[in-house]
């Protein structure tokens, strides 16, 4: 048996809907079986909840009078450089941006205290934020110099544009050199001493539709606290990885580029983070609704983090390096007690994304679907699936 | 025997002065240093556990409040924001004496300030920066 959307969103509506969250559909599966449970549950959903460096938003701000135009020019938020390439008064702050005089990586390691992803989050607060800018000056827009308080209330749009995030699966990062360093998935200690990973393993919504029947361009979802739709497929997005029997990737491979109304949006689903040693960044939240069509997708979401694989890989030497090399492979079951082994030493492990609020977003939305205030939608068109060959590609270095 | 671990803050003129040797010699007490953060004409830090007979104990405490040193409880020193801790987890792999943990049922990170030692390891690698340290 087979269900649409159309009619799976006929039942929110009539609020008749079953919906469950990834973890809760694993017992179902396993209790009634994957028949029943495909009939019984109508939508599955799923939650993500971490650093997610390609991201950022897009602003625009109103025309002052007079006129300036910020394209061309240098704009500043809270001091943090953002992008004026564009029309007179659009924006686009993104994540990593620093100050001018942040002193970065100068006394390594460096704090990186305040950058985009906060002046995000102050923006969602409802804060307000200080503008600052120089235009050349122009017969239609004389203006040169701007300094200017704004706030997410009067500012005409402002809208999160995330070109990379929710990446399906992920590396484990681990340190075999003899000092510390400092990476974006953390601090690593010398030795092997820790082992850091990011991924909500059998919550993860591309890790719950690994081969993207559901999920694609169009798909509304939970998006920083607010509604957001998937924009695109995600730069870097590299279905072509190995993957186990039923489908899901043993590394990164997926990933989708998300798009949302900002001043909808929650700052407590939209963190800016300081990675010590390397930057700063956005913790995004994101939770995708599976509608069970039929008993192939109900077995994806029925994946279990021990069913998912990820690689542990060396950031001393291999990921700066761009080196292949892979030490082991680990599952999320493993990942999540706690410890893991590698090259036969136990390693502590540590999440760089929370599996607490990732199973909070999963609840959220099923809340919203249950209410009948979120339908489903079906996609406009796929994003390249294992089979189209799409892969991820090195830069070509070449002599100018 | 009793023990006690202290953060102690010495002002810039008590700093070349021999103050934990008057602690054992005259009050009998034993220490034991955590961390220690001195450099010559400014404030020194000491954090340090002192173990002695109780009454031996709070003599010396009040010997070293005399002396105009600032003493402050330990567990208070670090604490946690609250309301930006995510519960990631990669301070848990930080912490070398448990303070900070996982609940595995929940996935909550937890803080027992009674066990922290302010090494500090979680403050540099909380990316939200909600674990902080009062100075």
């Known amino acids: 048996m087979s269900k649409t959307i159309a009619e799976i969103n006929e039942k929110i509506r009539k609020g008749q809907v079953v919906v469950v969250t990834a973890e809760e559909i694993i017992d179902i599966v396993e209790e009634k079986g994957l028949k029943k449970a495909a009939e019984e549950v109508d939508v599955v959903t799923t939650g993500t909840f971490g650093p997610m460096c390609s991201s950022g938003a897009f602003l625009n701000i109103g025309h002052s009078r007079p006129r300036i135009k910020l394209g061309g020019g240098k704009v500043y938020l809270n001091r943090v450089p953002a992008y004026a390439g564009l029309a007179a008064v659009d924006i686009y702050i993104g994540a990593t941006a620093l100050p001018d005089g942040d002193p970065r990586n100068s006394e390594h390691p460096g704090e990186f205290r305040y950058g985009g992803g906060h002046v995000i989050q102050d923006l969602v607060a409802g804060k307000d934020v200080e503008l600052t800018a120089e235009a050349y000056g122009t017969d239609c827009y004389p203006r040169r110099r701007l300094e ?20 399906q699966n992920y590396n484990v990062a681990v340190n075999l050199s003899d000092g510390t360093i400092y990476t974006y998935m953390g601090v690593l200690k010398p030795r092997l001493g820790n082992a850091n990973y990011s991924s909500a393993g059998q919550l993860s919504p591309l890790l719950n539709d690994p081969l993207y029947r559901t999920i694609g361009i169009g798909t509304r979802i939970f998006l920083g606290g607010g509604i957001g739709y998937v924009a695109w497929h995600g730069t870097q997005h590299n279905p072509s990885v190995p993957r186990t029997e039923r489908g899901v990737p043993k590394s990164g491979a997926g990933t989708l580029a998300v798009i949302g109304d900002l001043k909808t949006m929650d700052p407590s689903w939209l963190v800016g983070v300081s990675m010590t040693g390397y930057g700063v960044s956005l913790m995004v939240g994101i939770g995708v609704p599976i509608p ?16 998912i694989w990820a690689p542990v890989v060396d950031y001393s030497d291999s990921y700066p390096n761009f080196k292949p090399e892979v030490l082991e492979e680990v599952n999320y079951a493993q990942l999540r007690s706690g410890k893991i082994t590698v090259r036969g030493k136990e390693v502590p492990t540590g999440s760089l994304s929370s599996y607490a609020k990732a199973r909070e977003i999963a609840g959220i939305l099923k809340e919203w679907i249950s209410k009948g205030k979120f339908l489903l939608t079906q996609p406009v068109a796929s994003i390249p699936g294992a089979e189209s060959g799409y892969t991820f590609r090195p830069l070509k270095e070449r002599k100018p | 025997m009793p023990s006690k671990k202290l953060v102690l803050r010495f002002p810039a003129h008590l700093v070349d002065r021999p103050i934990i040797y008057r602690l054992v010699k005259d009050y009998d007490l034993t220490f034991n240093i955590l961390k220690a953060q001195i450099s010559p004409q400014e404030e020194g830090l000491l954090v340090f ?13 009040s010997y070293l409040k005399g ?9 208070e020193d670090v604490y946690r924001d609250e309301g930006r801790c995510t519960h990631c987890g990669v301070c848990v792999v930080m912490c070398p004496t448990g303070a ?36």
């Open chain 2, 49 to 61: 556990e002192l173990s002695g007979e109780p009454r031996a104990l709070e003599s010396g405490i």
């Open chain 1, 148 to 167: 200017t308080l704004i706030n997410i209330r009067d500012i005409n749009e402002a809208v999160l544009f995330n070109p990379r995030n929710a990446y």
């Open chain 2, 67 to 75: 002396l105009g040193v600032h003493i402050q409880a330990f567990g």
């Open chain 2, 100 to 135: 900070l943990s996982l609940d595995k049922e929940t996935m909550l990170v937890s803080f027992d300030s009674s066990k922290c030692i302010a090494c500090e390891a979680c403050i540099g690698s909380c990316p939200p920066k909600a674990m902080q340290i009062r100075f």
């Open chain 1, 292 to 307: 069970i069509l039929d008993e192939e997708v109900c077995r994806s979401v029925s994946v279990r983090d021990e069913e």
